[in-house]
């Protein structure tokens, strides 16, 4: 079954379109649309299967794919405590996956707290059926929406009877026993679990950044690293700590370890992302990498002094090697 939706979504593989609004939307250049709802960060392997079943629904009808997220987040507006609030993927990047996985269409309200009075039936007659003129809706099995998020797939299926169009519920995805959700996907990378994390994912964790100049103590020990800027407040980074990953470059891949922290052995400064990428030797600053964390080979530690740094990192590379190997 996966398989078969995998190749109906490369078949429909297109630039999602956005709309900053659903007045920038226009009902009548979409033909049939199949719709869903939510904020999808993460894009994890539960949401790319209801991707996958808006795709195939589509294109049983000859539809297109249509999802409608918020921004900002809602517990940014609602909720005074989420202050310490990350997500997973960068805007950029969850639009990416989005149109990688199949959406084509995707409209972006702004989420405030007027809009949030909306209460679930007025959303879906004024957005949903009216301004979308909606064929099916997907959602997740736990999804909920409108004012105080009293819509769910019960209250939903009760609307649904009033309007033209069909609800269709995906049952919970889950991962070697493992019901996915972003919560979960969180904890695990707050907790350094890359490699659970990015089961959960259905790829792997990335970020992405401009290279700025570093203190150059690694050229010095023959594993000089590119220092990495993420520009994005809410970006989470993942636990401190030394891990085996792949670079992309100018549209090359390479090998590397990077180390998330604070480096003990040489000062004790603001937290640093860097990277030293394997069998290249290229001046980059002020350009951008994206990195891939793979596997989680320790814990930072501090060391006595370089020399013992430089051992540990011997080590470091033929583990990461072995890993990125297998």
């Known amino acids: 079954m996966l398989g078969i939706l995998k190749l109906l979504i490369k078949s429909h593989k297109e630039k999602v379109k956005i709309y900053y609004g659903i007045e920038e939307y226009n009902c009548n250049e979409v033909p049939s649309p199949i719709v869903t709802v939510g904020t999808f960060d993460g894009v994890h392997v539960g949401h790319q299967r209801i991707i996958a079943n808006m795709v195939e629904e589509a294109h049983k009808i000859n539809g297109e794919t249509v999802l409608i997220t918020f921004d900002p987040h809602p517990r940014l507006v609602l909720h005074s405590d989420s202050n310490d609030l990350k997500f997973i993927n960068t805007k950029e990047k969850k639009f990416e996956l989005l149109e990688n996985f199949g959406i084509q269409h995707l409209i972006i309200i702004n989420f405030n707290r007027e809009f949030a009075k909306t209460t679930s039936r007025d959303f879906i007659k004024n957005i949903i059926v009216e301004k979308l003129k909606t064929k099916k809706l997907i959602i997740g099995y736990d999804h909920q929406f409108g004012k105080n998020r009293l819509g769910d797939y019960s209250s939903l299926y009760d609307i649904c009877k009033e309007f033209p169009f069909e609800v269709k519920r995906i049952p919970a995805q889950d991962v070697n026993k493992i019901f996915v959700s972003s919560t979960k996907i969180r904890k695990a990378l707050n907790s350094g679990k890359i490699k659970k994390a990015n ?22 020990i023959g594993y000089p690293t590119a220092n990495i800027d ?57 350009e951008s990498l994206k990195v891939f964390f793979i596997d989680r080979i320790r814990d930072e530690e501090k060391f006595i002094n370089l020399n013992a740094l430089k051992e540990q990192l011997h080590k470091d590379k033929a583990n990461t090697l072995k890993i990125l190997e297998e």
Do not use: Q, W
Request: hydrophobic share 35%; aromatic share 12%.
């Open 199 to 220: 089961e959960l994912l259905g790829y792997n964790y990335s970020i992405t950044g401009n290279v700025v100049r570093g203190a150059g103590i690694g050229r010095t």
């Open 230 to 286: 993420i520009e994005d407040e809410y970006k989470l980074i993942t636990a401190n700590g030394v891990y085996a990953c792949l670079v992309e470059y100018n549209g090359k891949t390479y090998k590397g370890m990077g180390n998330i922290g604070f480096r003990p052995t040489v000062d004790h400064g603001d937290l640093t992302i860097e990277v030293n990428i394997f069998d290249f030797d290229k001046d980059i600053y002020d």
